[in-house]
């Protein structure tokens, strides 16, 4: 008999396979490489967003919505190029999965109805109080803790498998250069994509190759070479999640509702430069083409309310990177940028606010109300925060290999696997992080529970 029935290595969004298996009977051992990982991975630094297409939250609320929809929403972002198998396994259980994070894993959850996201037709991103992942993964945690079919071994890196007659053999090195191998009926790579491997970085994304990476040290792509080692496809390594909207000061997520309420960029020269509301994914790339690379995101203080109830816009107000000014020629000179030109966007972002004019000059058609009052401004970098390519996997999470057969045993989430996003960066849509990692996770336990009843239960 192996030594457990399921490996799980990454506890981020792994976690939550962690806890479906243990939910099905099964013993897991959670494997991570990260001494620090409650503060340090991509799950902690997340908003905690998480779509649920038809969760009961939505049917309280009064809003319709289901798989079909939200699978439509995934095919227009992406234009009709993405992994379909596993979007329409997500979409068709994204409601479940929610409801299964409040019910069984005791996450508060609510759906935030004061603002829409970019590419959403229906309000359908779930998140807990505070909007922050470090709560979505101290939840997560305890769980586990309290769970007696799960153990851990932190820190320990997944540095290899392979696969014998019986099952895969894990090993696992220590930070003391020690190694020990497991046996397992099943793995789950849940270790993330290759953001921190700045080789694999330039090769696939060389549009925000030169942007700041904030995301995990330990996504150093770490599936991709065990999966290569089993012979498994990996696709759409292109694809990744940018975000325009990085304070330079605090190195924090100003987040872009900032934006969806209303507020708008420019650079040094006091003008725009785009369509902010095509999303903060793909706006990352647009302003790390702009002169200086940093741009100065607008807004007033009826969107500085309506976004303190974020975590991170938390952060960064009391980070001291926030400007204020009682005019646009007091704003302008506090951020030093010509007050004609601001005033001038003003002018037209507010004719839009209105009505007057049905578009900008970019094309942009919707500002929530125009701007007045007190202004805010926060200066903006562009950022890569991770990788949406990975292994290829089926509606199962199951790793396939170049003939599109299974490989058995081997489980991708996450980071990890191939994701929902299509190619580059505009194929993102809020929640695409989250969804295939607690999504993927959730199914890959799920199969090897059924799959692999190595131990008694
Ligand atoms: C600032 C920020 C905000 C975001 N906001 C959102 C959001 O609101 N909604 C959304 O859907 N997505 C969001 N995302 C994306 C989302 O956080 C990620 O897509 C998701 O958390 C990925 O989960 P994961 O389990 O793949 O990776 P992680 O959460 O990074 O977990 C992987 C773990 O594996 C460990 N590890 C790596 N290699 C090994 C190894 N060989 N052995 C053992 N352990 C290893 C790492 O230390 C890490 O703890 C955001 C990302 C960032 C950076």
């Given at each position: 008999m192996s030594d457990v029935d399921l490996v799980v290595a990454?506890?981020?969004?792994?976690?939550?396979?962690?806890?479906?298996?243990?939910?099905?009977?099964?013993?897991?051992?959670?494997?991570?490489?990260?001494?620090?990982?409650?503060?340090g991975n991509n799950t902690s630094m997340s908003t905690a967003m998480i779509p649920g297409a038809g969760s009961r939250w939505q049917r309280a609320a009064g809003i319709e919505d289901s798989p079909e929809k939200f699978l439509g929403d995934i095919a227009a972002k992406t234009h009709g190029d993405f992994a379909e198998p596993v979007a329409e396994a997500l979409a068709g259980m994204s409601a479940e999965l929610v409801e299964w994070l409040g019910d069984h894993v005791g996450l508060p959850i609510e759906l935030p109805t004061d603002f829409d996201y970019p590419g959403h037709s229906a309000q359908r991103v779930h998140s807990i109080p505070g909007r922050h992942g470090s709560r979505l993964l101290h939840h997560l945690a305890d769980a586990v803790a309290q769970e007696s079919l799960i153990d851990t071994l932190i820190p320990g890196r997944v540095a290899a498998a392979r696969r014998t007659e019986e099952d895969l053999l894990v090993t696992v090195s220590y930070p003391d250069g020690r190694e020990e191998e497991i046996s397992t009926g099943a793995l789950l790579l849940a270790t993330n994509g290759y953001g921190a491997n700045r080789e694999l970085v330039t090769e696939h994304l060389p549009e925000i190759a030169d942007a700041e990476y904030h995301g995990s040290e330990y996504s150093t792509g770490d599936a991709l070479r065990i999966g290569a080692d089993f012979g498994a496809a990996a696709s759409y390594l292109d694809a990744y999640q940018g975000h325009a909207g990085l304070s330079a000061e605090a190195r924090t997520l100003v987040t872009w509702t900032v934006v969806m309420h209303g507020g708008f960029v420019v650079t040094a020269d006091g003008r725009r430069f785009g369509d902010e509301s095509t999303g903060y994914s793909e706006y990352a790339a647009v302003l790390a083409g702009q002169p200086g690379a940093s741009g100065w995101l607008i807004y007033d203080e009826r969107i500085h309310s309506a976004t303190m109830a974020f975590g991170d816009y938390v952060d960064v107000v009391n980070s001291g990177a926030v400007r204020h000014g009682e005019s646009v020629a007091e704003l302008a000179d506090s951020i030093g940028v010509p007050v004609e030109a601001l005033a001038a966007e003003l002018v037209e972002a507010s004719a839009v606010a209105r009505g007057d004019e049905s578009r900008d000059r970019f094309g942009r058609t919707r500002f929530e109300q125009p701007l007045s009052?007190?202004?805010?401004?926060?200066?903006?970098?562009?950022?890569?925060?991770?990788t949406q390519g990975g292994l290829v996997v089926d509606r199962h999470a199951r790793v396939l290999d170049a003939n599109s057969d299974p490989i058995p045993g081997l489980y991708a989430s996450g980071g990890a696997a191939v994701g929902i996003s299509g190619h580059g960066a505009a194929g993102y849509l809020a929640g695409n992080g989250l969804l295939p990692a607690l999504g993927l996770a959730y199914l890959a336990a799920t199969h090897s529970a059924a799959e692999f009843p190595r131990s008694e239960r």
């Open positions: 990454g506890a981020g969004g792994g976690l939550a396979g962690a806890l479906r298996a243990a939910q099905l009977g099964a013993r897991v051992l959670v494997v991570e490489a990260n001494e620090h990982y409650l503060r009052g007190p202004l805010y401004a926060v200066r903006i970098l562009p950022a890569l925060f991770h």
